[in-house]
């Protein structure tokens, strides 16, 4: 069994910067892709990075250039660093690690943009 657990989430005024880090814990072995997904009130939950286990990285095109995503794969952990944080981006973040053609997602941290 593989738990996700993501941390960080925040209240940040605009223009400000958070980190966010997932650890994937238990039968955890051979972890593929790690990802960041995040879901506003009544929006679909959206894709925002990936990152694969040779540290290949994409982005969507909304936080491009503003969030970066790393991972530590001794420690089984991915992290989001948040930068010019913006309104538009407050939502529920969740990350999702694909291992062994399964999908794992944790239970997701909160991240409110507001002055």
């Known amino acids: 069994q593989v738990h996700m657990v993501e941390s960080g989430g925040d209240l940040v005024q605009p223009g400000g910067s958070l980190k966010l880090s997932c650890v994937a814990s238990?039968?955890?072995?051979?972890?593929?892709?790690m990802g960041w997904y995040r879901q506003a009130p009544g929006k679909k939950r959206e894709w925002i990075a990936t990152?694969?286990?040779?540290?290949?990285?994409n982005y969507a095109d909304s936080v491009k250039g503003r969030f970066t995503i790393s991972r530590d794969n001794a420690k089984n952990t991915v992290y989001l660093q948040m930068n010019s944080l913006k309104p538009e981006d407050t939502a529920a973040y969740y990350c999702?690690?694909?291992?062994?053609?399964?999908?794992?997602w944790g239970q997701g941290t909160q991240v409110t943009v507001s002055s």
């Open positions: 999702n690690a694909m291992i062994l053609g399964d999908g794992y």
């Open positions: 238990g039968i955890v072995f051979s972890i593929n892709a």
């Open positions: 990152i694969t286990s040779r540290g290949t990285t």
